[in-house]
Nanobody, 123 residues
Framework: QVQLVESGGGLVQAGGSLRLSCGAS????????MGWFRQAPGKEREFVAA????????SYADSVKGRFTISRDNAKNTVYLQMNSLKSEDTAVYYC????????????????WGQGTQVTVSS
């Protein structure tokens, strides 16, 4: 059973940067598609970014395009989300997810989810 653990969240001022990490244990995610989602207070969970198993294909929500970058290090069984030019509206709990397929998964049809890490952007 794959377990995902996010880290790297915290409090940052608007315009700042954070890098989230998602480490996998209990199995390899090297051949899995990976994604990041977020959920702000009082709102539904929303898609942020997705990555194919090889890292060769990516997809981003319009709200984060040009500011966030998803990447992976398969040797470390880890996926990252580099977040730059953060805005107050980026405040949310960020979740990592893994899907047992090779291509990008944009919707919520993932097989494994992490517990989330809080990102708070102060204006």
């Amino acid at each position: 059973q794959v377990q995902l653990v996010e880290s790297g969240g915290g409090l940052v001022q608007a315009g700042g940067s954070l890098r989230l990490s998602c480490g996998a244990s209990g199995g390899t995610v090297r051949t899995y598609a990976m994604g990041w989602f977020r959920q702000a207070p009082g709102k539904e969970r929303e898609f942020v970014a997705a990555l194919s198993w090889s890292g060769g294909s990516t997809s981003y929500a319009d709200s984060v395009k040009g500011r966030f970058t998803i990447s992976r290090d398969n040797a470390k069984n880890t996926v990252y989300l580099q977040m730059n030019s953060l805005k107050s509206e980026d405040t949310a709990v960020y979740y990592c997810a893994a899907a047992r397929r090779l291509g990008i998964v944009v919707g919520g049809d993932y097989d494994y989810w992490g517990q989330g890490t809080q990102v708070t952007v102060s204006s």
